[in-house]
């Protein structure tokens, strides 16, 4: 079965654990949004259960960003259980964990699917946190620029198998250049000119993301913290629509 298309590169962030908030938010959004992200915070206070209650208020994509990172065999189970029960568009490794780890994770997404007979979740995995910079990297004892690292996480989940990474906006034009056009880059860290950044150190707005080589934007605050999210995101939808138009 063929990932079905979205209505724009949108994915909002619903950063609670309030079950209720978090589905009254996806139904304001169904119309707005390309699809859903949710994450540990949410997915810890309430499993599977949860997030395809949230899901079902909005039947959009769902973003299941769990980060997950452990031994190959413990990694490609949970990717089959996840993909299994919550069906998502796409979902999330660390890079980090190794090529064995990857390579057993898109291995897993592969062969649920068709056992299944339904689309295969695009596997992403993130690189370096967009709350992160160089010094909390050094901290770590990874040296060298946050773009290096980066870049050699990004190639090693091409070659292990992986579909797409999750990058800050300021490597997306790096990755595309260096990984070409099929692969996919997801990248948070994207605010409007009228938003705050809050945390994230490494930002763009969605118009430059999107002309640099981005392919799906993750956006929390901007919309969620907004007085009217809907407006908010429609607000968003219309300032990319010139870039759809063009590709």
Same mark, same amino acid.
């Given at each position: 079965?063929?990932?079905?298309?979205?209505?724009?590169?949108?994915? +909002?962030?619903? !950063?609670?654990?309030?079950?209720?908030?978090?589905?009254?938010?996806?139904?304001?959004? &169904? %119309? +707005?949004?390309?699809?859903?992200?949710?994450?540990?915070?949410?997915?810890?206070?309430?499993?599977?259960?949860? #997030?395809?209650?949230?899901?079902?208020?909005?039947?959009?994509?769902?973003?299941?960003?769990?980060?997950?990172?452990?031994?190959?065999? /413990?990694?490609?189970?949970?990717?089959?259980?996840?993909?299994?029960?919550?069906?998502?568009?796409?979902?999330?490794?660390?890079?980090? @964990?190794?090529?064995?780890?990857?390579?057993?994770?898109?291995?897993?997404?592969?062969?649920?699917?068709?056992?299944?007979?339904?689309?295969?979740?695009?596997?992403?995995? #993130?690189?370096?946190?967009?709350?992160?910079? &160089?010094? %909390? =990297?050094?901290?770590?004892?990874?040296?060298?620029?946050?773009?290096?690292?980066?870049?050699?996480?990004?190639?090693?989940?091409?070659?292990?198998? =992986? %579909?797409? #990474?999750? +990058?800050?906006?300021?490597? &997306?034009?790096?990755?595309?250049?260096?990984?070409?056009?099929?692969?996919?880059?997801? /990248?948070?860290?994207?605010?409007?000119?009228?938003?705050?950044?809050? %945390?994230?150190?490494?930002?763009?707005?969605?118009?430059? &993301?999107?002309?640099?080589?981005?392919?799906?934007?993750?956006? @929390?605050?901007?919309?969620?913290?907004? !007085?009217?999210?809907?407006?908010?995101?429609?607000?968003?939808?219309?300032?990319?629509?010139?870039?759809?138009?063009?590709?």
């Amino acid at each position: 079965m063929t990932t079905p298309a979205l209505r724009n590169p949108v994915f +909002c962030a619903v !950063d609670t654990s309030d079950v209720g908030k978090a589905t009254a938010l996806a139904a304001k959004l &169904a %119309d +707005c949004v390309g699809g859903l992200k949710l994450g540990l915070e949410f997915f810890s206070a309430h499993g599977p259960e949860g #997030v395809q209650q949230v899901h079902k208020a909005s039947e959009l994509p769902l973003f299941l960003d769990l980060k997950f990172h452990d031994i190959p065999n /413990t990694v490609a189970g949970a990717v089959r259980s996840a993909a299994a029960q919550v069906k998502p568009f796409m979902m999330t490794l660390m890079a980090s @964990g190794g090529r064995t780890m990857m390579a057993a994770a898109a291995k897993a997404a592969t062969d649920i699917a068709h056992e299944l007979i339904v689309p295969r979740p695009l596997l992403l995995g #993130v690189t370096v946190l967009t709350s992160m910079d &160089a010094g %909390d =990297l050094l901290e770590i004892g990874v040296s060298g620029a946050v773009s290096d690292q980066v870049r050699k996480l990004a190639e090693l989940a091409k070659t292990s198998g =992986l %579909d797409g #990474v999750v +990058c800050s906006p300021l490597e &997306a034009e790096m990755l595309r250049r260096d990984l070409g056009p099929g692969f996919k880059l997801v /990248t948070p860290g994207v605010r409007p000119t009228w938003a705050e950044a809050n %945390d994230q150190k490494r930002v763009m707005t969605p118009a430059e &993301a999107v002309a640099v080589g981005a392919d799906y934007l993750v956006v @929390g605050r901007p919309i969620t913290g907004a !007085d009217d999210p809907a407006a908010a995101a429609q607000r968003l939808a219309l300032e990319l629509a010139p870039l759809q138009a063009a590709t």
